[in-house]
């Protein structure tokens, strides 16, 4: 498989079988997996497909290879077309890139999903789980391969320069001469220490193999035999690994032409640390850097809040986000020129559980583009803004939090259940008031009418919360019902409840009210609550008349006859718990009537 996927980037990549192998040969052990290389690069750009050499090893994978050539030859309609540019141009690595991007078209990137931090992990520990197989070493090496294409594809690897240079020719890595007139675009690739900065150093290889002229400045290497062995290849392929000191006293533009941002990926949290934090400065805005290709997530973003809660000019901005797998919700934030899609190896069993939309990658594209503020033409502009309306359809996550069991519900008091989980609602910090809950009454006409209020209290009667008797929902309840749901996103639970609505005895109301704040005591007394007023400042001068009225701390403020307690005795509550695919699980309790004589009974709901 992987051999399979190595000679479709071949096809990307060629021009010529001559040029893949330039590419590849590296990479290459086997005759029989050159020969794969060769059938499926020359379909990918149209070429005769030579003939099988005679040695037995090839006779044994040769047919069904060319076989897969051929197929492919006549599939792609983007390759076949693809041919013409490539062998149109003068097959040097210039062409070569181009033809690696040519499928990277553009996609309406309101058609994608976006990925929460927890999500991404949840993702990367199933896609090198039992079931799907794939190991770190495979993904990072598609994923850096992504990133390389992407960045080929807006930035070719050759730049025109008014005089001519001979830079790119002394290089043995070169696959062809520069041109007098050119020179080899000058790539940094800025490698962190985890698995983004993994991702930097394959991007790096695949890179320098595309035509690049690459550093890289990989400060912390971990000493892993994955990363020990990235970094030797890149040390062989002679790219020059320099510390930071040697880089920062000049200014990044000065030294490179593009920058690779591989430094912190979706699971960093946190204050980078030094020499990151360092690193990061140079690629501010004030720092005016060269064009920065940040890897998945912009370094110094939050993954899920982007650059939002950052200061102005506090956060780098990339001109090239290249999402991998795809895109983190941070992406969402991204205002650079080019948004790609890279990590072509998504099978079909994650996209379901996760429900991933991810755009299908034209051909052999390695990378596909998805957006970006030169997204094209205005055609795509069209696209963008609609899709930009359409990203509330993408906002959903999985649920992976856990589940309900009936056995863990068997035989007891729904209250009890409602204080465990309320409690762990309250420890676990879900939110600033996780009392808060929706609660809903209808008018006589069964026109129901939701609103927040806070919960003030539960106990064996029920629940309890305070408002304005007189208020729209003070005069609904009168007909003898509510329900309200409470919804912990941290925990993905949510609690439902029905039942039948009281006023709190007037005593405990009044204890509850000279509990307030004085400020909040006197409000009760402001508000007409339902009722339309002119304006804020009617508002103001009535507040401002009863604070005159009752300034004297030393006289309590008496309770307003309209405002009080409301106590919902539950004759149903229901427990839910998020799960993927949508199959949540749902327990609910119900009895006919608020009575303690009535038993509860349990049972469990579909999703
Ligand atoms: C977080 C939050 C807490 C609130 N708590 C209460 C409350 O405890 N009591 C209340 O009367 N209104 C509360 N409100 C205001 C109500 O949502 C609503 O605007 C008000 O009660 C008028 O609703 P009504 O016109 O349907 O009666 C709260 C609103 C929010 C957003």
Redesign the pocket.
């Known amino acids: 498989m992987q051999a399979v996927h190595i000679a479709l980037q071949a096809a990307c990549v060629c021009t010529q079988a001559k040029v893949a192998f330039t590419h590849l040969r590296p990479m290459l052990i086997r005759t029989t997996v050159q020969a794969q290389y060769r059938a499926i690069s020359c379909a990918a750009v149209n070429l005769p497909i030579p003939r099988p050499p005679t040695s037995t090893r090839f006779q044994q994978a040769g047919p069904s290879i060319v076989n897969f050539a051929h197929y492919l030859k006549n599939r792609a309609g983007t390759l076949a077309s693809m041919s013409t540019e490539c062998t149109a141009a003068s097959a040097t690595t210039t062409a070569v890139t181009t033809a690696m991007s040519a499928g990277a078209a553009c996609v309406d990137p309101g058609s994608i999903s976006y990925l929460s931090q927890s999500d991404a992990a949840s993702v990367d520990q199933l896609l090198m789980g039992p079931q799907l197989g794939f190991s770190v070493e495979q993904l990072m090496e598609l994923a850096g391969l992504g990133v390389a294409a992407a960045l080929a594809a807006e930035w070719g690897p050759q730049v025109v320069v008014s005089e001519p240079t001979s830079a790119a020719a002394s290089s043995p890595a070169a696959t062809a001469p520069a041109p007098a007139g050119t020179r080899r675009r000058r790539v940094l690739v800025l490698a962190g220490p985890g698995n983004n900065g993994g991702d930097g150093l394959v991007a790096a290889r695949h890179l320098h193999h595309f035509g690049y002229e690459v550093k890289v400045c990989y400060p912390k290497p971990t000493d892993k035999p994955l990363y020990n062995g990235l970094v030797k290849q890149i040390s062989s392929l002679g790219i020059p690994l320099l510390p930071w000191s040697a880089l920062s006293p000049a200014p990044l533009a000065a030294q490179a032409d593009v920058v690779v941002d591989a430094l912190f990926g979706f699971s960093f949290s946190g204050q980078p640390r030094a020499p990151f934090d360092e690193i990061i400065r140079a690629l501010l805005p004030s720092a005016r850097p060269p064009p920065i290709v940040s890897v998945d997530v912009p370094s110094g973003w939050h993954v899920e809040g982007g650059d939002s809660e950052l200061p102005p000019g506090g956060a780098l901005q990339p001109d090239m986000l290249v999402s991998l797998t795809a895109p983190k919700l941070c992406a969402r934030y991204f205002k650079g020129a080019h948004h790609y899609l890279g990590g072509r190896f998504v099978p079909p069993p994650l996209a379901q559980r996760f429900q991933l939309r991810l755009p299908p990658y034209p051909g052999a594209a390695m990378c596909v583009r998805i957006g970006g503020a030169e997204a094209g033409s205005a055609e795509q502009a069209a696209v963008s803004a609609a899709a930009e309306a359409r990203r509330i359809a993408d906002m959903r996550i999985s649920y992976e939090r856990g589940g309900l069991e009936e056995a863990a519900f068997s035989g007891r008091d729904p209250r009890d259940v409602f204080d465990e989980w309320f409690r762990a609602a309250v420890e676990g910090k879900v939110c600033e008031?996780p009392n808060?809950i929706s609660l809903a009454s209808c008018d006589s006409g069964g026109r129901p009418?939701v609103?927040?209020?806070?919960l003030k209290g539960y106990d064996r009667r029920g629940f309890v919360?305070?408002?304005?008797y007189s208020?729209?929902?003070?005069e609904e309840l009168g007909n003898g019902w509510a329900a309200f749901s409470i919804y912990w996103e941290k925990l993905q639970r949510q609690i439902r409840v029905e039942g039948v609505v009281e006023k709190v005895p007037e005593a405990e109301s009044t204890a509850y009210f000279h509990s307030r704040p004085r400020g909040s005591q006197v409000g009760a007394w402001v508000s007409e609550?339902?009722q339309p007023c002119r304006d804020r400042a009617e508002l103001e001068a009535r507040n401002a008349a009863l604070q005159e009225r009752f300034s004297d701390p030393s006289q309590p403020v008496p309770k307003p006859p309209h405002w009080g307690g409301f106590l919902i005795r539950p004759t149903s509550i229901e427990f839910w718990q998020g799960r993927p695919s949508r199959l949540h699980d749902r327990i609910r309790f119900r009895r006919n009537s608020p009575d303690d004589s009535d038993p509860w009974v349990m049972e469990r709901l579909q999703p």
């Not at 609103?451 to 806070?454: E, G, S, Y």
């Not at 919360?465 to 304005?468: A, G, K, L, S």
């Open positions: 008031e808060a009418s609103r927040v209020v806070l919360f305070y408002t304005n208020s729209r929902k003070g609550q339902s």
